[in-house]
């Protein structure tokens, strides 16, 4: 076994590893995953999230033993790093990692539980969200912001900012899903435009997005910043239809088999 606890929760290290030796038979499942599994337990009065993330096939097992950390390493040492940043995540309380013969075998990413009002998803799927764009031009200068700092979060899609209001018109945001990103120095503005290409299909949303980002981003215009974005998403969109249309396809060939 390998763990790292937060010193916040070091009294509470025998129940953190109590809870994930009973993650299979114990807890509430949160959400639908397909991939990890996500369930909710009690820890001294505290809702805590522990995500289990799928057992990796023989050749993974053998790099995240020996050459590459691991996801629950990983987004434990993420969240860590974007608190230090000031960038909103629910606070990390360990990771624990299972190995056998082969290597690693389950791990684990535990955090907080944080209940919010809605995530990105919400303002795409009902344009007339109460305050839809205060939140979403919020939401841009978040994104500004993780820029600014130079972190690309690889997985900024719609389901990965959870937004909660703290006071009328204001809210904050929070970053999960943490174990893909990279760091840099600075961002030059086609990494920027790329990152955030999976956000929405919407070009209303888009033109509202530009807007904001060009109140901040003094070297485009708003004309350049919303071109680019929007030829981000294009490109992006498109990419992801024909592989949801190839998925079908081996599907169709694999029943027709």
């Known amino acids: ?43 001294d009065g505290k809702t805590i999230n522990i995500k ?108 990965n900012t959870l937004i909660k209001k703290v006071a009328e018109g204001k809210y904050e945001f929070f970053l999960v899903d943490l174990n893909r990103m990279n760091f840099h120095e600075s961002m030059n503005f086609e990494q920027r435009m790329h990152n955030l290409r999976r956000l929405t299909p919407e070009k209303e949303m888009i033109a509202v997005m530009s807007n904001e980002y060009s109140k901040l981003y003094m070297d485009k215009s708003e004309a350049e910043i919303f071109e680019q974005m929007w030829a981000q998403t294009c490109d992006f969109q498109e990419k992801f239809a024909r592989k949801h249309r190839l998925k079908k396809k081996l599907k169709f060939w694999k029943k027709a088999a």
């Open 52 to 159: 289990s993330f799928k057992v990796p096939n023989l050749i993974n097992k053998v790099v995240y033993r020996f050459f590459r950390k691991s996801k629950a390493e990983r987004s434990y040492e993420y969240a860590t790093f974007l608190l230090s940043k000031g960038i909103g995540t629910p606070e990390p309380i360990a990771f624990v990692e299972n190995y056998n013969l082969l290597g690693l075998n389950d791990s684990y990413y535990v955090s907080e539980h944080l209940v919010t009002e809605l995530t990105y998803r919400e303002l795409i799927l009902i344009p007339d969200y109460p305050d839809g764009d205060n939140i979403l031009r919020q939401f841009t200068r978040f994104s500004f912001d993780l820029h600014e700092k130079g972190i690309e979060f690889l997985d900024h899609s719609p389901g």
């Open 1 to 43: 076994m390998n763990f790292r606890i937060s010193p916040v929760f070091i009294s509470s290290i025998s129940s953190v590893l109590g809870i994930t030796r009973d993650f299979n038979t114990a807890g509430t499942i949160f959400g639908n995953g397909q991939r990890n599994i996500i369930k909710l337990f009690e820890l």
